[in-house]
T-cell receptor, first 112, second 111 residues
Framework: NAGVTQTPKFRILKIGQSMTLQCAQD?????MYWYRQDPGMGLKLIYY???????DKGEVPNGYNVSRSTTEDFPLRLELAAPSQTSVYFC???????????FGPGTRLLVL | RKEVEQDPGPFNVPEGATVAFNCTYS??????FFWYRQDCRKEPKLLMS???SGNEDGRFTAQLNRASQYISLLIRDSKLSDSATYLC????????????FGKGTTLSVSS
């Protein structure tokens, strides 16, 4: 099993550009999550999904959108990139809300 | 506000030392507790779950005090490879919150 995979590993965006961060898992997990981690800070939940077709906002959803068309994939969309979105983005998955979350390797995003 | 507080450190210790990290959480409704380890520029990885009765995994011992809303991690006989940031994590089992992460405690083990 590859676990949780994320692409790209690193990206530089200009202000106002858009992009999609990809996340996939092959563990047949129902729950998937997107977090961002700023330097010296804890992880903050952006969006989560409890299954295909179901998504909901986390603590810091502004400026982002998600979709969950399949169990495996959970892309994160940035429509109008802003410098405040410079961060490391981690995708995670778990079998249930009570179970351990497994993280992908992260995407480092720099918005200039 | 639901929060998890940790001493950020850094803790600088020699190999072989015993070091303890503490963590407090604000919401008494918390249901499960974890310690994750995060290496520099890497993703967090589960180190161990924390049970009410306390639990041990090799050199690592985790304790939970629900009355005081306090979690601890003890590392014995520190190794160079233990150098990392240790994240205290609390799960409230409530939709929209998932895991609440502390900011982490940085450990540096030197020879």
């Amino acid at each position: 099993n590859a676990g949780v995979t994320q692409t790209p590993k690193f990206r530089i965006l200009k202000i106002g550009q858009s992009m999609t961060l990809q996340c996939a898992q092959d563990m047949n997990h129902n729950y998937m999550y997107w977090y961002r981690q700023d330097p010296g800070m804890g992880l903050k939940l952006i969006y989560y999904s409890v299954g295909a077709g179901i998504t909901d906002k986390g603590e810091v959803p502004n400026g982002y959108n998600v979709s969950r068309s399949t169990t495996e994939d959970f892309p994160l969309r940035l429509e109008l990139a802003a410098p405040s979105q410079t961060s490391v983005y981690f995708c995670a998955s778990s079998y249930s809300l009570k179970e351990t979350q497994y993280f992908g390797p992260g995407t480092r995003l720099l918005v200039l | 506000r639901k929060e998890v507080e940790q001493d950020p450190g850094p803790f600088n210790v020699p190999e072989g030392a015993t070091v303890a990290f503490n963590c407090t959480y604000s919401n008494s409704a918390s249901q499960s507790f974890f310690w994750y380890r995060q290496d520099c520029r890497k993703e967090p990885k589960l180190l161990m779950s924390v049970y009410s009765s306390g639990n041990e995994d090799g050199r690592f011992t985790a304790q939970l005090n629900r009355a005081s809303q306090y979690i601890s991690l003890l590392i014995r006989d520190s190794k160079l490879s233990d150098s990392a940031t240790y994240l205290c994590v609390v799960n409230y089992y409530q939709a929209g919150t998932a895991l609440i992460f502390g900011k982490g405690t940085t450990l540096s083990v030197s020879s």
